[in-house]
């Protein structure tokens, strides 16, 4: 086996990261950075947005002011307006916002999300099982697994996949030495 190339976890969250989420953790009774951002600082990766997982109590004009120096993407006009879904997890509201010089950042709120382990359960990809809770960084086994064996390992067999193998394809682009795992 490959010996792993370890790195302290907190060296993952820089600065940008962790000021926006302590900024949006002040609005939500629960908010953390997690999966792709994460995923991609850990196998040194590029980044392509910075996405931040929040219940839906969060405090909408709160979590407006906080992020006062952001813009709406996509000419949505007031965030006060945007509510999150009663459905639950698969009726989520995405919220991306702008800003120049940063990554672009996604705000996904839902009903479901009251701890790491209801976020995590969703992900499709053990190797995106990773967040920051602004005091640490925490991984799931799977996260582990996939990363000791350079692989990206399906957890949902029971679900269709066809927009999770559309995610894969755009993946692989991004990882194309990681071997592929359709539990």
Known sequence: MEQLNLRPL??????????????????????????GYLRD???QVAPKDLDIFVSSDC????LSKALDDWSLKDGASDLKELQASDQ??????VITFVKSDELPLQIIIS????????????FDFGFCQIAYTG??????????RDAADNTATYLHPEQPIDGTQR?????????????????
């Open 88 to 93: 639950g997890y698969r009726a989520i509201e």
């Open 59 to 62: 405090d909408m004009t709160a």
């Open 111 to 122: 009903d479901e999300f009251t701890a790491i382990d209801r976020v995590f359960k969703d």
């Open 10 to 35: 907190d060296l993952l969250v820089d600065w940008h990261c962790r000021r926006t989420l302590a900024a949006i953790q002040k609005t939500a009774s629960f908010a953390i950075v997690a999966g």
């Open 41 to 43: 600082r850990y196998y």
């Open 135 to 144: 005091h640490q960084v925490m991984v799931s086994d799977a996260f582990w």
């Open 167 to 183: 995610r894969a394809d755009k993946l692989r682009q991004k990882y194309p030495n990681t071997t592929w795992v359709w539990a």
